[in-house]
């Protein structure tokens, strides 16, 4: 193809000539460019839509195929491995879920492939097991020990994981995690490319990285094989679009491609599509400017709350921020502060909690949507409110002083009313990301007599040893203000996550997911196979500790699973699963979503532990 363009958006550019062209379609889709609608009556019209289907096409003459692409949507996918890094990059219409189940099934090409990742992944991720019915070796991640938040494992864990399975074939984490906090890829891609296999990187929130020198360096950076992206997520394409990234020699590009094929459909969205040729010309054309506005508005928030130290802001202790371009590149790693669960932090994903304890991460989520501020998600500590290129200094503002108006309107006071946790069981914390309880306990928590089903099992012999997390140094206390430790008592260490303004502790414990995994697991088949109904019953969930998961348990957001199935149901897993319930998380995959009963294996299929 001729020298590439940056200033083009080949796909956009043809949709719009088609549209001003006006050829009569006698072609799929069945609307007509919208004219199905155009004779209704207003009441079923469909309204702006309408325009939306103007540009709406299928594989037609001039508009190329994303399955075989020798045109536009060739261009499009060059365009964007030389903006992000890539050697080659594929359009996926199907969200980063498309771009993580053809990975999975790239890498793990025959049924029994075994497959090293973190245990905090993406539900798509587990499906992509299954489908593959590949064997799982999970890693535990690494904690940090203030914010009680999983980020991913070490490279001595890697390490570990590849010198006690050679058979592995490749390697995948999560990087960032929900909350934008990350670390160092260099030394895993080192660890894989020494063993000869592929690190893979689910980067779905982290599409934007290494496109402005505030902002982390990417995974291609640090070394990945395959990169999966969010465009939607943090960048400007429509939901649904996302991209996928390769280089190196350890992925077979063409079964990939096929791979690829087989988990997207064979009619694209085109204005989906266009959205990502657009998201990467604005990065092309406007380069670090395109984030400007969105960084002042972070800016405008950080300031703010260092005159409201009621509220912090998660952040690492030390944070060693690579400058895109100069850091993490392949082969070079860069020293990590000693001990540091993470040491990066997406300056757009700003996470913040009430530092006097008092509001729990739910209910602050609530009073600032009663306020017209809309969180992305929260959990039972922090709220994230993801920033962007789009954002502006004004809505920072208005968030800021919704947040004045909440400290106004709640007492710092100790809730009166009853608590699930006894204030003996309590400690007050220190701030910022200062959270207290109990260290995780490690441990495999499967049976092994469970037959591979839609989920996990262990067949194979205890995996190598357990490893302690590591050794962190403290973090700082809330930033822009005095520690709220001295004033509080152990009962205000409580916090209000209910509507109803039930008492729960959040300091306890503040993550979506499960501890009680070894360092390194025995391998977990994986299977498609449907649980049986007459394996399985149905129990109250707080009878449910000691039984054997018979199905998906998944708080969404952020779809990482707290349990598989063939899980077993441990004591901590069923309190966080209780919290989140009267939090008023969200459930899916679960067959009572309100999660008052779990499906568990019955007695006579050793639902028992």
Not at 13 to 27: D, F
Not at 144 to 166: F, K
Request: include cysteine; charge should be negative.
């Amino acid at each position: 193809m001729d020298k590439l363009q940056p200033g083009r958006a080949p796909v956009y550019e043809m949709l719009e000539q088609y549209r001003h062209k006006g050829n009569i379609s006698y072609h799929v889709p069945g609307h007509k460019n919208g004219e199905a609608y155009r004779s209704t009556v207003s009441a079923e019209s469909a309204g702006y839509l309408t325009e939306v289907m103007r540009y709406d096409v299928t594989e037609i003459t001039g508009t190329d195929d994303l399955h075989h692409p020798e045109g536009v949507i060739r261009e499009a996918q060059e365009l964007a491995a030389d903006c992000y890094g890539a050697e080659e990059s594929y359009m996926l219409v199907g969200g980063s879920t498309a771009g993580n189940l053809a990975l999975i099934l790239t890498v793990c090409s025959e049924p029994g492939s075994l497959l090293i990742l973190q245990r905090n992944v993406h539900k798509s991720v587990i499906h992509g097991l299954m489908l593959a019915g590949a064997r799982a070796v999970f890693l535990e991640p690494q904690i940090d020990p203030g914010s009680r938040l999983a980020v991913a494992p070490s490279a001595e864990t890697v390490q570990a994981a590849l010198a006690a399975y050679p058979e592995a074939a490749g390697v995948l984490v999560t990087m960032p995690n929900y909350y934008g906090m990350g670390s160092d890829l260099a030394p895993l891609a080192q660890a894989c490319h020494a063993c000869c296999v592929p690190l893979l990187v689910d980067e779905a929130h982290g599409a934007h990285y290494g496109q402005h020198p505030a902002l982390p360096a990417g995974a291609l950076a640090g070394g990945a094989d395959g990169v999966v992206q969010s465009t939607h997520k943090m960048l400007t394409a429509l939901t649904m679009g996302a991209m996928l990234h390769v280089q190196g020699p350890w992925l077979d590009r063409a079964l990939l491609r096929q791979r690829l094929a087989m988990v997207q459909s064979s009619s694209p969205s085109y204005p989906v599509m266009a959205s990502l040729d657009l998201a990467r010309r604005l990065l092309h054309s406007q380069g670090a400017g395109a984030f400007t506005a969105g960084l002042a508005a972070v800016d405008v928030l950080r300031r703010g709350l260092a005159a409201l130290p009621r509220f912090g802001l998660l952040q690492p202790a030390q944070p060693q921020q690579p400058v895109c371009g100069e850091a993490g590149a392949a082969g070079v790693s860069t020293p990590p502060l000693r001990g540091a669960a993470y040491v990066t932090q997406d300056p757009f994903k700003a996470v913040i909690y009430d530092a006097a304890g008092v509001l729990g991460g739910f209910e602050l989520q609530r009073r600032l949507e009663e306020r017209g501020i809309v969180p992305e998600m929260s959990d039972d500590r922090h709220v994230v409110l993801a920033f962007s290129l789009g954002s502006k200094a004004e809505e920072a503002a208005a968030l800021l002083t919704a947040l004045q108006d909440i400290a106004a309107q709640t007492s710092l006071a100790a809730p009166q009313t009853g608590g699930s946790a006894a204030p003996s069981d309590l400690e007050p914390t220190t701030g910022a990301d200062h959270v207290t309880g109990p260290e995780p306990t490690a441990g495999s928590d499967h049976i092994s007599d469970l037959e591979p089903v839609s989920g996990l099992d262990l067949t194979a012999d205890s995996g190598p040893g357990q490893s302690t997390y590591s050794d962190t140094a403290a973090a700082p206390a809330p930033q822009g203000g005095e520690s709220f430790s001295s004033a509080r008592t152990a009962a205000q260490a409580a916090s209000y996550n209910s509507r109803e303004g039930e008492l729960t502790f959040s300091g306890h414990i503040s993550t979506w997911n499960n501890f009680d995994i070894p360092a390194v697991s025995a391998p977990v088949a994986f299977s498609i196979r449907p649980v049986a109904a007459g394996e399985t019953e149905s129990v109250e969930l707080e009878a449910s500790a000691g039984r054997i998961a018979a199905e998906m348990v998944i708080p969404y957001p952020p779809g990482i699973p707290l349990l598989y199935p063939g899980e077993s149901i441990t004591a901590s897993v069923c309190d966080r699963l209780i919290r989140l319930r009267i939090g008023g998380a969200k459930f899916q995959a679960c067959a009572d979503p309100a999660l008052q009963h779990i499906m568990v294996y019955n007695i006579q299929k050793g639902g028992e532990a």
